[in-house]
């Protein structure tokens, strides 16, 4: 079992930066990957990059210019930094996280509860 808490959420001016956090504890050495997503208001929940093990990183194309993930391993964290934040970049922010068996090799997904980011311009 794998529990992630997101918290780093709030209110944020258009232009500034914003640092959310997803904290993994639990069966922290079954993760094999973690993700972060986003869901704005009236809109499907879409990826936003992902953190692989190993260190290997990836966002989305048309979010890398301001869009950045980190994971610090000591303390289990998966970090997304989103630089001039702009009103469209509000929404809910969720993380998840695969883990893998190894002794059936069977995969199981987790997920986070969530931490809201609101814009005001």
């Known amino acids: 079992q794998v529990q992630l808490v997101e918290s780093g959420g709030g209110s944020v001016q258009a232009g500034d930066s914003l640092t959310l956090s997803c904290v993994a504890s639990g069966d922290i050495g079954s993760i094999g990957a973690m993700g972060w997503y986003r869901q704005a208001p009236e809109k499907q929940r879409e990826l936003v990059g992902t953190?692989?093990?190993?260190?290997?990183?990836n966002v989305q194309d048309s979010m890398r210019d301001r869009f950045a993930i980190s994971r610090d391993n000591r303390k289990n964290t998966m970090y997304l930094t989103v630089n001039d934040v702009e009103p469209t970049d509000a929404g809910v922010y969720t993380c998840n996280a695969v883990t893998a068996d190894q002794k059936t090799g069977a995969h199981r997904l987790y997920w986070g509860q969530g931490t809201q980011v609101t814009v005001s311009s």
């Open positions: 953190w692989i093990a190993g260190d290997t990183v």
